[in-house]
């Protein structure tokens, strides 16, 4: 299956229109490389220099969440069993694999990561149209999750106006699990979940993810595509297409973390609203809560959506 594009960065001549915007003086010397790098490999990197200090005031946000236990906040476990308020989290504290999402409305130093102006400023350039931040998601520990595109699992109409940034909060070495992805992949064909449909919904049997596995790595072999580790320095930041083929490799030393915030983007014309939901607990069962909201938060030159469980 072929998915169409209108990005600009995905059309024929993008990169005779980047040397002619370069030209023109409208993006600089860096723009233009980093550009010519997502049109060719999928992804682009940079650093925004974040220093220690920013990081473990980062990570003393994520401690006072894990001893306050905000009720309108998630926290996902390693696995199956899907975003659990932190009110009625009973799992391990800090457990190997376990996610925070929408940690922006909860932190000050995420939301300065999710509406961070350089990245908005590649993510707009890529759009060529305003963006918006619509979910952020905080790794302490290496992902380990197979290879997969993202909007199998996060949808946006079109699925093309999809871009994900990923931001090292440490210094990411090959034994901690780091990110890993496929150059060039954002160019191969899609897998079919359903007749139409690239979406990989929890319907989907073991099975017919094992044919996908095993579809993408015929697909990459065609090709002569690799994976590639992405490890890096505190503050590198890597924003990469909708197709791009990526995952996480394995933790080889359980004593490593690798913390890493990840911001979801969307054109702003397509992405207006946003519903989430969590596990709360009530009585001895369970319940889904879920919340649908539109209001937008401003940065310098950004915007995004809040956490619609917030509150």
């Not at 960065?9 to 790098?37: F, K, M, T, V």
């Not at 210094?171 to 060039?184: E, F, H, M, Q, R």
């Not at 083929?245 to 983007?265: D, L, Q």
Request: proline content about 8%; overall charge negative.
């Amino acid at each position: 299956m072929e998915l169409q594009s209108d990005l600009w960065l995905d059309q024929p001549d993008a990169h005779d229109r980047i040397a002619a915007r370069h030209a023109a003086g409208e993006i600089s010397a860096d723009e233009a490389a980093g550009l010519d790098r997502f049109a060719a490999d999928g992804y682009l990197t940079f650093s925004l220099d974040l220093d220690d200090a920013f990081c473990r005031a980062f990570d003393d946000d994520v401690t006072k969440l894990w001893d306050e236990r905000p009720a309108d906040l998630a926290v996902s476990p390693p696995g199956p069993g899907g975003p659990t308020a932190f009110s009625d989290w009973d799992g391990p504290v800090r457990e190997i694999g376990y996610r925070i999402p929408d940690l922006h409305s909860h932190s000050p130093h995420a939301r300065e990561l999710y509406l961070h102006p350089k990245i908005f400023r590649f993510v707009e350039l890529i759009y060529g149209a305003p963006a918006i931040a619509f979910q952020s998601l905080y790794f302490e520990y290496g992902s380990q999750q197979g290879l997969h595109r993202d909007p199998m699992f996060v949808v946006t109409d079109p699925p093309a106006h999809l871009l994900a940034s990923w931001i090292a909060l440490e210094d990411i070495t090959p034994d901690s699990g780091p990110l890993a992805y496929v150059p060039g992949s954002q160019h191969l064909p899609w897998y079919e979940f359903e007749p139409g449909s690239v979406v990989c919904n929890q319907g989907v049997t073991p099975e017919r993810r094992a044919e996908f596995r095993d579809w993408t790595q015929a697909r990459m072999r065609e090709r002569g595509l690799k994976v590639a580790p992405f490890t890096c320095r505190r503050g590198d930041a890597f924003i990469w297409h909708a197709g791009l083929v990526h995952g996480g490799t394995p933790i080889e030393n359980p004593a490593k973390t690798r913390r890493s915030f990840v911001v979801h983007y969307c054109t702003a014309a397509h992405k207006t609203s946003r519903t989430a939901g969590m596990r709360v607990r009530e009585g001895d069962g369970w319940r889904r809560a879920a919340r649908t909201t539109e209001t937008v938060i401003q940065g310098e030159n950004a915007r995004g959506l809040e956490n619609p469980l917030r509150n």
